[in-house]
């Protein structure tokens, strides 16, 4: 199972971009779906994740109030609006997904990781 992030580019701050992840296989159906993001020089840090089953989401505190995860009309299909954005947002984002139980606080509670996209605030 492939994921494929889209939507990344550069803002000033105080702006918003819009992430999108799919999975390219569209039979894969997983239970948890987040955004994680890591900035040079940077440990991988959970954005926010998605509960796919019930739709309860949990944000990072560094973004609550500013980002917002949510499901898309597609089956595995998450996006990621980013609001006020500021120069320390700026990273490469990633989408990931997991079968079982995960945490945002544990990249490696996740099995499946897209490619990234580039987000840059100046």
């Known amino acids: 199972v492939q994921l494929v992030e889209s939507g990344g580019g550069s803002v000033q701050a105080g702006g918003s971009l819009s992430l999108s992840c799919a999975a390219s296989?569209?039979?894969?159906?997983?239970?948890?779906i987040a955004w994680f993001r890591q900035a040079p020089g940077k440990e991988r840090e959970g954005v926010a994740h998605v509960y796919t089953t019930d739709g309860d989401t949990y944000h990072a505190d560094s973004v609550n109030g500013r980002f917002t995860i949510s499901q898309g009309n597609a089956e595995n299909t998450v996006y990621l609006q980013m609001n006020n954005l500021q120069p320390e947002d700026t990273a490469v984002y990633y989408c990931?997904?997991?079968?079982?139980?995960?945490?945002?606080?544990?990249?490696?509670?996740?099995?499946?990781w897209g490619q990234g996209t580039q987000v840059t605030v100046s």
């Open positions: 296989d569209y039979t894969y159906s997983s239970n948890y």
């Open positions: 990931a997904a997991s079968d079982l139980r995960a945490s945002i606080h544990s990249a490696s509670t996740w099995s499946y």
